[in-house]
């Protein structure tokens, strides 16, 4: 268990860290590829508007691989499920005790008929 917990925090933070980068690397609407690799947007390696494509998806298929890694955190470290209600059981135990101790130390009170 502990090794599959290892792995999933290794996709996590691979994938955060990969999630940065590619959003580091997008511009913004009015910004040109040619400022990025130094000539027009045209001649650049995907196309004309193959790298925005590229760029977008892939941030979104490694953004959905980050939070699918979270959720699986979530259930792998989630002790099992008990019915105890965390802090507030200690509360509850300390406010039941006192009236408890003083029901049972209560004397039995008889009825007088008038």
């Given at each position: 268990m502990e090794l599959l917990k290892s792995l999933v925090?290794?996709?996590?933070?691979?994938?955060?860290?990969?999630?940065?980068?590619?959003?580091?690397m997008q511009h913004g609407k009015g910004a040109d590829m040619g400022a990025a690799f130094g000539s027009g947007s045209a001649g650049s390696l995907f196309g004309s508007s193959g790298s925005a494509n590229f760029l977008s998806r892939s941030t979104a298929v490694c953004a959905t691989v980050f939070f699918a890694s979270c959720l699986g955190l979530v259930l792998l470290t989630?002790?099992?499920?008990?019915?105890?209600?965390?802090?507030?059981s200690d509360i509850k135990a300390v406010a039941s005790a006192p009236a408890a101790a003083a029901a049972a130390s209560a004397p039995a009170q008889s009825k007088i008929p008038e």
């Open positions: 925090l290794i996709v996590n933070v691979l994938s955060a860290l990969v999630t940065i980068v590619l959003v580091l989630t002790p099992g499920r008990s019915s105890d209600l965390g802090v507030m």
